[in-house]
C-alpha cells in the first residue's frame, strides 16, 4: 500500500507540474526509510529534536523529472562563489560548452563582474545586465545575438536611490554606444520556448533573466543558461545553489523548468523587462586572447 501512495502522490504532484518531493521521516522508522530509499528518494538533512518526544527528523528529496540524456547536455556547470555573480558564472558555461579550452575560475568569474557590473543593485554589489555580458563574450572572441523587450535601463527596479538610478542609466548608455559600433544583433523584442529551442538546436546557447521569485521565493533578478529542451520542460544549469536549504549541486544542473512556468518566470521587475543573449562560436580571434 505505501508503495502505491507514494507513487500516486508523485504522479499527482508531475501533473502540478511539481518537478520533486520532499518530505520528512523520523529517524527510528526504518520501514518509512527504505520504503522512500527504495523509490529514489536521496537524504539531504538531519533535524535534531523535531517531534515532541525530541527524536530527529530525516528530510528526503527526489527529482520526479528524468535527466535529460547525456548526449543533450553539452553545457558544462559552474557554481558562482558570490551572490552577485550569476551572470559571469551563466556566461562562462555557455563560453566553456562553445570553447573547451576554456578554463572556468574564480579569476575569471570576477573579471567578467567588472566588466558587465551594473555598479549598484537592491542594497548590495550590481549584478550585471545584458548589454555588459554582450560585451564580454563578444571580447573573447564570441558571436552573439542579444533580445531585449524594451530599451528603458535594465534592472532599475532593484533600486531606489534616484542617484543610483542615474549611475545605471549612464553605465547602460555607455554600454549601447560601444555596442552599436561591433557587428553584435541588438534584437528589441522577446524570444518564447519555442524560438529559443530553435536557436539552441542550431548551435546557439541562450543565456536568460530571470526572477527567480518562482525558484526561491525572493524577488532578484537572476542569469540562468540553457542545457536543453524535451516537448514538457527546458532545462537549464543555475548558476546558484542553495545550500541553506539542503540544496546540491545536482538540484542546480540541467534543472527542470515547465515550458509555461518558464515563460512567466523569464522576467524582471515592474516592467516585466525580458533579456535573453544567444552565443555562438566564432572564426574571429578574440580581443582579449591574455584571459584565457
Known sequence: IGDRLLEAAEAAALERDCVSMRLEVRRDNPPSLNLFRRHGYRQFKEVLDYYEDHMAALRFEKRLVPQIQLALVKVPYYQQTLEFTCGPAALMMAMKALDPMLELDRKLELRLWREATTIFMTSGHGGCGPYGLALSAYRRGFDLEIYVN?????????????????????????????????????????????????????GGIPLVLISSYRIYGERFPHWVVVTGFDDHYIYVHDPLVDAEKGETVTDSVNMPIPHREFQRMARYGKAAQKAVLILYRSQRRPELPTLF
Open 150 to 202: 524594451e530599451d528603458g535601463v535594465f534592472l532599475v527596479d532593484s533600486v531606489r536611490s534616484l542617484e543610483k538610478k542615474e549611475v545605471m542609466r549612464l553605465v547602460q548608455e555607455d554600454w549601447i554606444e560601444e555596442l552599436r559600433q561591433l557587428p553584435v544583433t541588438l534584437h528589441c523584442g522577446s524570444l518564447g520556448v519555442d524560438e529559443l529551442r530553435q536557436k539552441f538546436e542550431a
